[in-house]
């Protein structure tokens, strides 16, 4: 039976958008809660366990160097953006499934490298999938689709945290890597493979070019603040085990997770600015 493609009706795209949060909050539902717990359960101290939830949400401070290429590099075969997520979820699996042959606490080292490239795909794909939002919602859907976006996260964060800890007695660690996998190919099938993006007019791809282009020069200006940015995501995760006092501890997480919503804010709605204004500038001159 062939599978529906969710984006040619107005509920299947947000049931989509939707479904596609919940794959980037499950892993880092699980690597930030599950995970940690369970290494903390085993007598991992503190300042490691820092630096290991600081390291994988690294990725996602860098995600402005993504965009370009993800805007150049496409293909219509595959489909412009859902070839990008497509190939980025593939390797989430990938890497989760290659945490299940380590051995912890003994490799902790090795599993935080793993993750930090498992959340550079789960950035990249983060980008891809807000690439696609913009080119197929409707104006009047965005609204509701960025609250159905930000719900699935918050629904995977919840699952792949709280939800695997529950099921942790019976399925273990390695069988909550497991888990968090079989769910992501679970949107991966169902999902993004229906997926049928509308070919992409020609003037259109020049408005992506000189989206990218703005971009690229946005990002080589930007860099100059790369220091400031690490400083205030990745430090304060990492300072959080430095310290003793639990409520200042939590005071600088919070903190550091309400600059990253603003951040994301900024850049959602810089890209959704970008695209419009590359799209509207391409129909005048061909007009």
């Known amino acids: 039976m062939r599978m529906p493609n969710l984006l040619a009706t107005r509920n299947g795209r947000l049931a989509a958008f939707f479904c596609l949060y919940i794959t980037e909050g499950i ?24 630096a290991f939830v600081a390291s994988f949400y690294l990725p996602w401070a860098f995600k402005w ?7 150049v590099i496409t293909s219509e075969r595959l489909g ?16 989760l499934l290659a945490c299940t042959s380590l051995n912890l606490p003994a490799q902790l080292g ?3 490298g ?3 490239i498992h959340n550079s795909f789960g950035a990249m794909q983060d980008v891809a999938i807000d690439a696609l939002a913009v080119s197929t919602l409707h104006a009047q859907e965005r ?27 019976l399925i273990g660690l390695k069988g909550g890597f497991v888990f968090v996998a079989g769910c992501i190919a679970l949107v991966t099938v169902f999902i993004v493979l229906p997926l049928q993006e509308a070919p992409t007019p020609a003037a259109e791809r020049r408005g992506a070019g ?21 400083g205030m995501f990745g430090l304060p995760r990492y300072v959080l085990a430095r310290m003793t006092k639990r409520r ?17 804010f900024i850049f959602k709605r810089g890209m959704i600015e970008s695209f419009d204004g590359a799209s509207s500038s391409t129909r005048w001159s061909t007009s």
């Open 114 to 116: 793993v993750l930090l």
């Open 248 to 264: 200042q501890a939590k005071f600088l997480g919070e903190l550091a997770n309400s600059l990253d919503v603003v951040t994301r």
């Open 65 to 71: 160097a993504f965009g370009p290429f993800i805007d």
């Open 143 to 169: 609204g509701l689709a960025n609250g159905m976006m930000f719900a699935g996260a918050s629904l995977g964060t919840a699952l792949g945290g709280s939800g695997v800890l529950f099921l942790m007695p």
């Open 210 to 230: 000189l989206a990218a282009a703005c971009w690229f020069v946005f990002g080589v200006s930007f860099a100059a603040t790369l220091p400031f940015d690490i």
């Open 27 to 50: 892993p880092l539902g699980f690597a930030a809660t599950a995970v940690a717990t369970q290494l903390r359960r085993q007598d991992v101290g503190p300042a490691e366990i820092g």
């Open 110 to 112: 090795l599993l935080t």
């Open 80 to 95: 412009r953006r859902r070839g990008w997520i497509l190939g980025t979820q593939l390797m989430l699996i990938v890497t």
